[in-house]
């Protein structure tokens, strides 16, 4: 898997064959019927576009999160822009953590017409030099945009000749946005400089020449430290519940890398297990860390529903041989949650449900909707690749359930709920503006300050559907009041119209 010789972290339509346009059934993601890897675009192409994601943003939204740094975006001063809807909450975050952290700190080379004709490299000196003088963090990070890559900025050879000048560690981050439609390349991109620039045994605890016995990696295994690979759509509260739920068996906990400081990673290799909260997140890392460290690693379902969760805790628990514990662990939790759950599942049975988002996570969310009693009527994924196939074991008569593919797309989601007629919504608050104009309630896929994961996730969940459907005047009197923006023959056409491969909707 060894990629950190190059200069960047390859695309996931190369490493992962991963798809972004696809219309059709569960039963088709499920056993691979559907030839994902198929042609050279592996099914990314439409004939007609409306909006698909940017790796560059997706890398911002885990760069802004990382403590004592300050970033540099080294492209137009557009690029970026949508950092300036996280600024209190990853100022929040971060001061939850640490009290004395600072705010989001960015700085843009803002490149202009003359500066695409004679280069940006003069601009990025004095951006890294400012930040040095001014700041002093511990690192400077580097995010390389579309223009100054198509102009060919040697972005490396600049910084590692400033590098000598600067107290702080810079850090370049390949994620120029025209290298892949699937915006989840974003993830390894961060972690292809994290690996190159954090990764590496601090000076302490263990003498250099124990590392690489046998007797120093048995001692980690039986250390019970556990590294919790975090995501950007995790909560506070839900690391709460995490790190709840590990240390009823036992374990030491240490979450990165969101909202971590570089130390963090440094202490990351003095550990016996590196878990994976999303493998759409993780695998670049942890495999990584396999190769290069010989330190083992779990990617399989996320913590979302009772049944994930309870596989998610076998799993680690399998590893320290602590089954019994968790067994007794899981059965407590689950008596306990079932109880609480009961009111919720006599008011919510029978509601049809939509989710779209992320493909772990919105398959992992539909098994607490099936759990309510309620009926799941259709996904839509930002893309797809092998990590969402064991999710769906936690999943019962899904086989012909609606299953599509997108980045965005909002005309096809439009044109599907149009046809499904599901009772509420669950997906991003970013991307509901066509959802809530069709007059449904909305549940968000999830929030910084909501708790999803662990079986406190779940109640949580179920009372706050159990409320948004109650209450939803707002939508109701916006699909009344507003008109959606597309014509009416759309709607009578397929909402897969325009991929290539793809399966008729069920009206």
């Not at 994902?36 to 890398?59: D, V």
């Not at 779209?356 to 996904?379: H, K, N, P, S, Y």
Request: net charge neutral; hydrophobic share 40%; glycine share 8%.
């Amino acid at each position: 898997m060894n990629f950190l010789d190059a200069k960047s972290a390859p695309s996931r339509e190369d490493r992962l064959h991963a798809s972004i346009a696809f219309g059709g059934i569960c039963a088709q993601v499920k056993t691979g019927k559907q030839a994902f890897a198929a042609g050279c675009t592996n099914l990314s192409s439409r004939l007609f576009s409306m909006a698909q994601g940017c790796q560059f943003t997706l890398s911002l939204a885990i760069l802004n999160s990382i403590r004592n740094a300050v970033l540099i975006m080294h492209g137009p001063i557009g690029c970026g822009m949508c950092s300036l809807g996280t600024i209190g909450q990853n100022k929040t975050l971060k001061q939850l953590r640490d009290p004395a952290s600072e705010g989001l700190i960015w700085i843009s080379t803002n490149l202009d017409e003359s500066d695409v004709i004679g280069g940006g490299e003069k601009k990025l000196k004095e951006a890294v030099r400012y930040a040095d003088r001014e700041f002093r963090p511990e690192t400077i990070i580097v995010a390389n945009s579309c223009v100054p890559a198509l102009i060919g900025d040697d972005i490396d050879s600049i910084l590692s000749d400033l590098q000598k000048e600067t107290a702080g560690i810079i850090m370049p981050i390949h994620c120029e946005g025209f290298k892949t439609k699937i915006m989840a390349t974003a993830y390894d991109a961060v972690y292809h400089g994290i690996l190159k620039k954090y990764i590496r045994y601090p000076d302490r605890k263990i003498p250099l020449l124990e590392r690489d016995t046998d007797k120093f990696r048995a001692a980690y295994r039986k250390s019970r430290n556990v590294n919790v690979l975090n995501v950007g759509s995790m909560s506070l509260p839900d690391e709460g519940e995490l790190r709840r739920l590990l240390e009823g068996l036992g374990l030491t906990v240490c979450f990165i890398p969101c909202y971590a400081e570089p130390k963090d990673f440094q202490y990351a290799l003095e550990t016996s297990l590196n878990v994976s909260i999303c493998g759409t997140h993780d695998d670049y890392l942890v495999g990584h860390l396999e190769e290069k460290y010989q330190i083992s690693f779990m990617v399989d379902t996320i913590p979302i529903g009772s049944k994930n969760t309870s596989r998610w805790l076998q799993k680690i628990a399998q590893h320290f041989d602590l089954d019994k514990e968790a067994e007794r662990l899981i059965e407590m939790e689950q008596r306990t949650l079932d109880e609480a759950l009961d009111p919720y599942r006599k008011t919510l049975a029978g509601k049809k449900v939509y989710l779209a988002g992320g493909e772990v996570r919105i398959v992992a969310t539909a098994e607490i909707i099936q759990d309510l009693g309620m009926e799941v009527v259709g996904f839509k994924a930002h893309h797809y690749d092998r990590f969402i196939e064991p999710i769906f074991d936690a999943l019962e008569n899904i086989d012909e359930v609606l299953f599509s593919v997108s980045t965005n797309q909002p005309f096809e989601m439009s044109n599907i709920i149009t046809k499904l007629k599901p009772d509420v919504l669950i997906t991003h608050v970013g991307g509901n503006n066509i959802a809530a104009k069709h007059g449904l309630p909305l549940l968000p896929l999830f929030g910084p300050t909501y708790n999803y994961c662990g079986y406190s996730g779940v109640f949580e969940i179920a009372r706050r559907l159990h409320k948004t459907i109650r209450n939803f005047e707002f939508n109701r009197q916006l699909s009344r009041n507003t008109s959606l923006p597309f014509k009416k023959e759309w709607y009578e056409k397929d909402p897969f119209s325009y991929i290539k491969y793809a399966q008729g909707i069920k009206a």
